[in-house]
């Protein structure tokens, strides 16, 4: 039983607590205790979970695993106070908002013998499970994945940072890519932003986009275009529902992460992956910035 503690009480923080008061699924290893949480508010006890300060977090003994579900701009300094106390750190994406900060980070931790884990749901979801399965042994030839949201919220990072789930379903779905160019449309007074991104794959040189748009009235939505040798998909496929929700997935991969039972391979694998995702997040916006000037 590993002692933990949640920080930040928004969505994630929300589920966060719920999974981990709730008994895991039969033959789940990597059992959490719940300690209390962490709120810059003072709170009343949550899902029959106390409130305890930061500090005790650091400090407490009983204590060895912190979930960080706050805004993006804050994980950074939240992960390296926890590595730097011992222990071991689930962190929701995006891990930090530059490639360098999540470097250190991640080399702090393997220093310290800690877990750093950070969550991405979005490939857990049946959707993404399917898809994955339907381009097996497909080529692509070009493909496009325009995603829209309401407003950002503040604290949340750029563009490519704060949308860094759908980057990494492309780094998922086709491999490492390189960015070509990308531009940033901004419209404060509407609270508008939109972010294109033209990447090349690296093992076939063919050119995907991403946009990531944001603004009032603008619904939730991922739009998808990928044209293959064999076919073109213009949707998402439904994906079979599964019993497991996407967060207490993800808390299951860390467990097992804990417990060494994740084979080395494939923790390097995703190592690698996430510190290419930020890499092109980290690229991205210096790209918009200097277009901009
Ligand atoms: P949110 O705005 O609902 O919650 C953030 C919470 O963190 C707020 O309650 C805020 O008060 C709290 N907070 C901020 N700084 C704090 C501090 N210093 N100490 C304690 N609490 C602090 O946002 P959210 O949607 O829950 O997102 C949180 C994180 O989870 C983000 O990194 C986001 O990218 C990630 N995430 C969210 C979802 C989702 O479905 N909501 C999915 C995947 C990843």
Known sequence: MLGSVVVGLGIAGSVRIRDLSSSLPSG???????????SRRPLEDQQGVQQITFEDALARNDIQVAFICTENISHEEHIRRFLEAGKHVCVEYPMTLSYSSAVDLCALAQQKGLV???????????????????????QLEEGNLHFTGGPLKPGFG????????????????????????????????RQYMKMTAHF???????????????????????????RFDSCVLTELPA??????????????????KLQGDVPPQELEAERNRILHCLQLADNIQRFCQNTAN
């Not at 857990?124 to 381009?135: G, M, R, S």
């Not at 491999?175 to 160019?181: C, D, F, Q, V």
């Not at 063919?206 to 275009?225: C, S």
């Not at 599964?242 to 097992?256: A, K, S, V, W, Y």
Request: proline letters at 3%; glycine letters at 10%.
């Open 239 to 256: 994906g079979q529902k599964e019993p497991i929700g996407l967060f207490m997935q993800d808390q299951l991969l860390f467990g097992r």
């Open 158 to 189: 750029f563009l490519s940072f704060s949308g860094i789930a759908r980057l990494t379903w492309l780094v998922d779905l086709f491999g490492e890519l390189s960015l070509k160019a990308a531009t940033l449309v901004k419209d404060e007074e």
């Open 28 to 38: 789940s290893e990597g059992k959490f205790a719940l300690k209390g949480f962490v």
């Open 116 to 138: 750093l884990h950070e969550e991405h749901i979005e490939l857990l979801t049946p959707d993404f499970k399917q898809l994955k399965k339907d381009i097996v042994g497909k």
């Open 200 to 226: 090349l794959t690296k093992d076939q040189n063919r050119p995907l986009t991403w946009i990531e748009e944001r603004g009032e009235g603008l619904g939730r939505a991922k739009h998808i275009h990928f």
